[in-house]
Nanobody, 124 residues
Framework: QVQVVESGGGLVQAGGSLRLSCGAS????????MGWYRQAPGKQRELVTT???????NYADSVKGRFTISRDNAKNTVYLQMNSLKAEDTAVYYC??????????????????WGQGTQVTVSS
């Protein structure tokens, strides 16, 4: 099995910063990509950012210029540096990993695993 665990959430004032971490472990051959989503109360889960194993990144318009995703491939870990936080960034942040499991053939599918989420609260 594969476990995805997030950490680093908390309460911060508007304009402040937080750094989230997410590690994947278990039965992993390699990881295709990892990413962060968030879900605010009463809203649907939305994409925040993703990063591939090659380092290509993608960001939601709402966080461009404020959030930065980075990755340590050797540790199967990603980080989300969040600066200039706003009240509207308040949400549960979920990490996912698209994993190639042992035995996957070339061209095979990756499977997506999710963490339990970490709460980020920004006070205005």
């Amino acid at each position: 099995q594969v476990q995805v665990v997030e950490s680093g959430g908390g309460l911060v004032q508007a304009g402040g910063s937080l750094r989230l971490s997410c590690g994947a472990s278990g039965s992993i051959l390699s990881i295709k990509a990892m990413g962060w989503y968030r879900q605010a109360p009463g809203k649907q889960r939305e994409l925040v950012t993703t990063i591939t194993n090659g380092g290509s990144t993608n960001y939601a318009d709402s966080v461009k210029g404020r959030f930065t995703i980075s990755r340590d491939n050797a540790k199967n870990t990603v980080y989300l540096q969040m600066n200039s936080l706003k009240a509207e960034d308040t949400a549960v942040y979920y990490c996912n990993a698209d994993v190639y499991r042992p035995g996957t053939v070339v061209g095979g599918n990756a499977f997506r695993y999710w963490g339990q989420g970490t709460q980020v609260t920004v006070s205005s």
